[in-house]
Nanobody, 121 residues
Framework: QVQLVESGGGLVQAGGSLRLSCAASGSPLRINAINAMGWYRQAPGKQRELVAAISTGGSANYADSVKGRFTISRDNTQNTVYLQMNSLKPEDTAVYYC????????????WGQGTQVTVSS
């Protein structure tokens, strides 16, 4: 199994910044098989959506709504993924979930417990 522990959420005013972190731990076999890492978010009444994802090699992709404002990065030595969020807007308010994909013959998806990000106007 893989456990994901998120931190860094909170309340911020519009235009402010937050940095989310997500540390993965668990069986060495699965930790060493982590492939993509990413962040999703879910606002009230809406479906969960991809915010950003990053491959083991560092290639990143972003939702159009956050391009130029958010930056995803990862530290493979610490099995940690980060999301730097700048120029936050009220519409960024959501629960943010960390996600990792473990590739061991088949793909295994693991999710964090979620961290609330609230942006006030």
């Amino acid at each position: 199994q893989v456990q994901l522990v998120e931190s860094g959420g909170g309340l911020v005013q519009a235009g402010g910044s937050l940095r989310l972190s997500c540390a993965a731990s668990g069986s060495p076999l699965r930790i060493n098989a982590i492939n993509a890492m990413g962040w999703y978010r879910q606002a009230p009444g809406k479906q969960r959506e991809l915010v950003a994802a990053i491959s083991t090699g560092g290639s990143a992709n972003y939702a159009d709504s956050v391009k130029g404002r958010f930056t995803i990065s990862r530290d493979n030595t610490q099995n940690t993924v980060y999301l730097q969020m700048n120029s936050l807007k009220p519409e960024d308010t959501a629960v943010y979930y960390c996600h990792v994909m473990v590739v061991l013959g088949i793909n295994w998806d693991y999710w964090g417990q979620g961290t609330q990000v609230t942006v006030s106007s």
